[in-house]
């Protein structure tokens, strides 16, 4: 028994039934059912097996836009005993080829706007095979050869929840990404966290908008949807007037945003104007979540969730479920119902309610290790417990709150600040699009705190009101001691603000 199982048994219980449902646009719609998703996953399997070679433990990478073919691809995997590894479509040539190399990959599944960056990577992978989707290209195997290999079987015996099934490389918000290796049954045991946050259903429609080769879009409603037989309604690309057109158009039940997502919504001229009334749930996370984005979809009566995790825990490790969404904003819930999170001081004894340590996490949704890397993985483990480098404390009833990530602190005088709850207060002036905090070396008191701010358009910055702000919600010792207006915040492809970008900046003003 594997994953890819779980679409051999839809097709035998509803062979009829839509798994996905691709829109373009929203004149354009193709849809493929469980049947013929399944029969495709074997198809690709067969091709990759008698074609190009691949057996148990082969690294086998993607580099497209949300294609279906991707999930289908990813299955194969499974069936095989390989190992997918989506890329980053928004990486240059050299950061994929550095992927490619540091996951030793056998073969390159690519769309046609990235054959530049495929040469790349096969210049620094020479043996890698590299294979077309849906277009041409010299020298290149083509997906349709591979889905008609003659070949009778698509399988590897002895293929199980235990064997690696997806390499995901970390957002490199600290250098050189690293690669969580996730087994099967991490993402069956994460696809189980997900329907109970969710209350996912068979009936459910989850729209898909945000990209795949981040493990959050691929794994908090995608791959859970196909375990419970949900359809999965998906677009190439994340865009907010088609993502809006859609909501209102096909009426789907859940939805996942990140912040920058979310506020892209908010923002949309079609936001007031859309039937929003489909959607059960809202599901966020990735980062601290600005209370205002939360509150704007509470004023359309949609309960936003959210979601505590992260690459290497496939990534589902705590939940606010629907019940709670009104009455606990800003918490990131409670630990998911198959996973265990602790909060812990330096020494690693857990501490009690209010009080702020490291989040750790234990269960099977988390990572075996990071490919090729014994040390980061040893570093990244105490007793069996992952340490997420996030911050937070539980409340009295058992709600985690996050605060900041661990090295994020600021030490000045020897007391402790976050920034997020800097960040928090300055996105209470209007003009404020988003803020984002970091250390400067001061002699005298070791840090102080430096805001970076980006404006709302066709604003002006104004520092007085800021600093009024400040005094009315800040301790003093709190307070930033300047600020520096960017035209925008250096963000990773989650929209995460790239702070050890900030940092630099700041090592160059010193």
């Known amino acids: 028994m594997n994953v890819s199982n779980w679409l051999e048994k839809h097709e035998d219980f509803q062979p009829d039934k839509i798994a996905l449902r691709i829109f373009k646009d929203l004149e354009s719609e193709e849809s493929w059912s469980y049947s013929f998703l399944s029969e495709r996953t074997r198809c690709w399997a067969r091709g990759l097996k008698h074609l190009l070679g691949v057996q148990r433990g082969d690294r086998v990478a993607f580099l497209g836009y949300n294609h279906p073919d991707m999930l289908s691809l990813m299955f194969a995997c499974a069936r095989l005993g390989s190992i997918l590894v989506p890329l980053n479509w928004r990486l240059a040539p050299a950061e994929h080829a550095y992927i490619a190399k540091n996951a030793g990959i056998h073969c390159l599944i690519a769309e046609e706007d990235f054959v530049?960056?495929?040469?790349?990577?096969?210049?620094?992978?020479?043996?890698?095979?590299?294979?077309?989707?849906?277009?041409?290209?010299?020298?290149w195997n083509s997906h349709s050869e591979l889905l008609s290999s003659p070949g009778k079987d698509d399988a590897n015996p002895n293929v199980g929840y235990e064997n690696p099934w997806l390499i995901v490389y970390t957002s490199g918000t600290t250098g050189h990404?690293?690669?969580?290796?996730?087994?099967?049954?991490?993402?069956?045991?994460?696809?189980?966290?997900?329907?109970?946050?969710?209350?996912?259903?068979p009936t459910d429609q989850i729209l898909s908008v945000l990209p795949f080769f981040h493990v959050g879009p691929l794994n908090i409603q995608t791959t859970p949807a196909l375990y419970a037989g949900a359809s999965v309604l998906m677009t190439p690309r994340f865009d907010p007037e088609l993502t809006?057109?859609?909501?209102?158009?096909t009426g789907p039940?859940?939805?996942?945003?990140?912040?920058?997502?979310?506020?892209?919504?908010?923002?949309?001229?079609?936001?007031?104007?859309?039937d929003l009334s489909s959607l059960r749930l809202l599901v966020t996370g990735s980062s601290i979540v600005p209370k205002n984005l939360i509150e704007g979809f509470h004023q359309r009566n949609i309960p936003v969730g959210q979601v505590f995790g992260s690459t290497e825990t496939a990534p589902i490790a705590a939940v606010l479920r629907k019940e709670d969404a009104y009455s606990k904003v800003g918490s990131t819930g409670k630990p998911a119902l198959h996973c265990e999170?602790?909060?812990?001081?330096?020494?690693?004894?857990e501490l009690p309610p209010g009080k702020t340590g490291e989040l750790w996490v234990k269960g099977a949704n988390v990572m075996q290790e990071y490919w090729g890397d014994p040390e980061a993985t040893a570093e990244a483990f105490q007793e069996g417990w992952f340490k997420s480098g996030d911050l937070g404390f539980r409340d009295e009833e058992g709600f985690i709150t996050i605060n900041d990530r661990k090295k994020d602190i600021i030490i000045s005088g020897g007391e402790n600040?976050?920034?997020?709850?800097?960040?928090?207060?300055?996105?209470?002036n209007e003009s404020v699009a988003d803020?984002?905090?970091?250390?400067?070396?001061?002699?005298?008191w070791g840090e102080v705190p430096l805001a970076f701010i980006e404006l709302q358009s066709g604003t002006t910055f104004?520092?007085?009101k800021t600093r009024q702000l400040c005094d009315e919600q800040l301790a003093r010792f709190k307070h930033p001691k300047s600020f520096i207006v960017l035209e925008q915040l250096p963000r990773n492809t989650m929209g995460k603000v790239l702070k050890y970008e900030l940092r630099k900046t700041v090592n160059e003003m010193n």
């Open 341 to 349: 999170v602790k909060i812990v001081d330096d020494s690693g004894c």
């Open 244 to 249: 809006l057109k859609l909501i209102e158009a």
């Open 116 to 139: 530049t960056h495929a040469i790349e990577v096969k210049k620094s992978v020479p043996e890698c095979h590299l294979v077309s989707l849906d277009f041409f290209q010299d020298e």
């Open 253 to 274: 039940d859940l939805l996942l945003m990140v912040p920058v997502t979310m506020q892209a919504l908010l923002r949309n001229a079609l936001w007031e104007q859309t």
């Open 177 to 201: 990404p690293k690669g969580a290796v996730l087994p099967q049954e991490a993402i069956f045991w994460n696809a189980l966290n997900s329907l109970h946050l969710h209350g996912m259903k």
């Open 462 to 464: 104004d520092e007085q």
């Open 435 to 444: 803020v984002a905090v970091v250390g400067r070396p001061d002699p005298d």
């Open 417 to 428: 600040i976050y920034p997020a709850e800097l960040e928090g207060v300055l996105r209470k």
